[in-house]
């Protein structure tokens, strides 16, 4: 029996196999397989190596300057903990009536930002959520008025205000994008700092850090086929933000993460985005055709579907080409995927996490009913999909979409 | 560890589902003689609805034609009249309750309506539907749709 056809590329994606054959020579006794930080031997210097030579090919791919900004992690669910954990921490430990805490996200964030979001406010930080519009877009004039509603707040108004805005540059369940370099240049019109959970993005959009004002940038080796358990954060340096470790152990990565540093994990980083850069805009070209024809395909044979997010997909600075959310009306997500589960692999835009369904928290902050979340599908293209991949999948789902609708009584 | 075996558990259902998809219970059935029953709401998220057809005093299935020296039942009781010789189901919802109507169909199927009330048993559909603990409310449905057969 043939695999299914794997459509969920915004989960993970696959080790590109020259990554995996690097990764494998940072392993062994007979390759770099020393402790990065053992500084007496040569197994130590050439670990070493492998970890700066990752550094600097992150760093040149996202326009870094100076490759210390880059710290390694475990991806980007730690990432996003250490910005946002790190940035208030320093300053819910000092005297509560000295500062004044906010942080501005939007409900539509990945849980790595909303749960640490959530954890802050129980410490005592101001967490305000901006609502997108219904095609997941933030308008920034909910922004901008949010920031004067701060600083103009009479309460607090002789006290220090410690503002970090944490937006996502691309959303993992609509692919919808945020225009960050506008939000970056209104944050930094107020003073504040900005975080950009971005591990949609590296790797598929050309990112220039040296061009975007960004303060700290969240990302994820597996997003753009590197290996699982490595990350990055991206921490300006010029100028300074103040951010405290979560984890300490030996002051590693310039002391804001403590851990011995996974070098064939780092590796595989490094060379996963230098490979996905070198190809980034053919690459990018050949999704977009991809996700055409599969919504074509699928519009063709099928009534009653529509776009979570923005409806026109072609356009590529408002969607990135890789995912599309899709609601299949009078079809409930988890029997379509359960029915296609021979032929496809991919993700509902609801998780069954709890004693009711619930719905995606996603498409419910852009105002999608219940019911639609309930019928959306999201699908996620990548390298390895080929075109006949993309018949087979609109084949598929088109007949278990008809079978199904079928079988409801609605 | 718990999220793993609910994640086994989950995998289990799925197959599960997908072996009663495959099967020749969904769609409807038409005619005059046909009770249609229905449970659910679209604002649960789950509807399942039931077409059956029963058997008559003239048109009894041979499957369950008593065979003697099982004295005859009366009318209304028993096998004979009012067993279910066809079923057909409409569901709306997820694969555990695409599990729970094919199972439910199976089971009513060539029974009359007193063994229905007799042996459904929300315990062992439970069991054998290997059904999570937070999915129980599926079994609920079911048991309204009982209640409402009048045959």
């Not at chain 1, 933000?241 to 152990?249: K, Q, S, V």
């Not at chain 1, 996905?276 to 919504?295: M, T």
């Not at chain 1, 776009?307 to 026109?312: A, F, H, L, Q, V």
């Not at chain 2, 309506?113 to 079911?142: G, R, T, V, W």
Request: hydrophobic share 40%; net charge neutral.
């Amino acid at each position: 029996m043939s695999r299914p056809i794997y459509l969920d590329y915004a989960a993970t994606t696959p080790v590109d196999p020259r990554v995996a054959a690097l990764m494998a020579e940072c392993l062994s006794l007979e390759g770099d397989f020393g402790n990065p930080a053992s500084n007496t031997h040569r197994y130590g210097f050439k670990a070493k190596e492998r970890v700066d030579l990752a550094r600097d090919q992150i760093s040149e791919v996202l326009g870094v300057l100076d490759p210390r900004e880059i710290i390694f992690t475990s991806g980007a669910t730690e990432s996003n903990n250490l910005a946002l954990q790190g940035f208030f921490k320093n300053y819910l430990n000092t005297n509560q009536n000295l500062n004044s805490n906010y942080l501005i996200t939007m409900p539509t964030e990945h849980k790595a930002v909303l749960d640490p979001a959530k954890y802050l406010s129980a410490q005592g930080v101001n967490v305000i959520y901006l609502k997108p519009e219904s095609d997941g877009v933030l308008i920034l004039e909910k922004l901008d008025q949010a920031l004067k509603n701060i600083i103009n707040n009479a309460a607090d108004f002789h006290i220090r205000k410690n503002i970090l805005i944490s937006i996502m540059w691309v959303n993992n369940e609509t692919g919808v994008l945020q225009d960050i370099l506008k939000i970056a240049e209104l944050v930094k019109s107020y003073g504040a700092y900005l975080h950009v959970d971005a591990a949609q993005a590296v790797g598929k959009l050309p990112i220039n850090l040296s061009q975007v004002p960004i303060d700290l940038l969240s990302l994820s080796a597996h997003k753009f086929y590197g290996p699982k358990g490595v990350g990055a954060l991206y921490i300006k340096r010029k100028p300074k933000i103040n951010l405290n470790p979560i984890i300490y152990g030996g002051g590693h990565e310039m002391g804001f993460r403590s851990g011995t540093l996974p070098t064939h994990q780092i590796a595989g980083m490094g060379l996963a985005l230098f490979l996905s850069d070198q190809n980034l805009a053919q690459e990018s070209d050949r999704i977009l055709k991809l996700k055409n024809k599969f919504w074509s395909g699928l519009k063709q044979n099928l009534n009653k579907i529509k776009i979570n997010g923005i409806k026109n997909i072609e356009n590529k600075n408002s969607s990135i080409p890789s995912i599309l959310n899709i609601c299949f009306e009078g079809v409930d997500s988890e029997s379509l995927i359960m029915a296609l589960q021979d032929d496809l692999a991919i993700s509902a835009g609801s998780a069954c996490t709890s004693a009711t369904v619930e719905s995606s928290h996603v498409l419910s902050a852009m105002g999608i009913s219940d019911r639609d979340a309930h019928e959306s599908l999201r699908f996620s293209f990548g390298r390895f999909v080929l075109d006949s991949d993309i018949d087979r999948a609109v084949l598929s789902i088109t007949q278990h979409v008809k079978k199904l609708r079928a079988m409801s009584p609605l | 560890m718990k999220d793993l075996e609910q994640e086994k558990l989950k995998q289990e259902i799925f197959k599960q589902a997908q072996s009663f998809y495959q099967k020749n219970y969904w769609g409807i059935l038409s005619g005059e003689d046909i009770k249609i029953y229905q449970a659910g709401s679209l604002f649960s998220g789950q509807i399942i609805k039931i077409y059956l057809r029963l058997s008559s005093d003239d048109l009894v299935s041979p499957l369950v034609m008593p065979s003697p020296p099982t004295p005859l039942p009366l009318v209304g009781e028993g096998r004979g009249s009012g067993v279910v010789v066809a079923i057909k189901a409409q569901i709306y919802g997820g694969p555990y309750l695409m599990s729970a109507a094919g199972y439910f169909c199976e089971f009513v199927l060539n029974k009359n309506l007193k063994e229905i009330l007799e042996k459904f048993s929300m315990e062992i559909f439970f069991h054998d539907l290997k059904l999570p603990e937070n999915k129980k409310s599926i079994l609920l449905l079911l048991e309204d749709l009982i209640r409402e057969f009048n045959f």
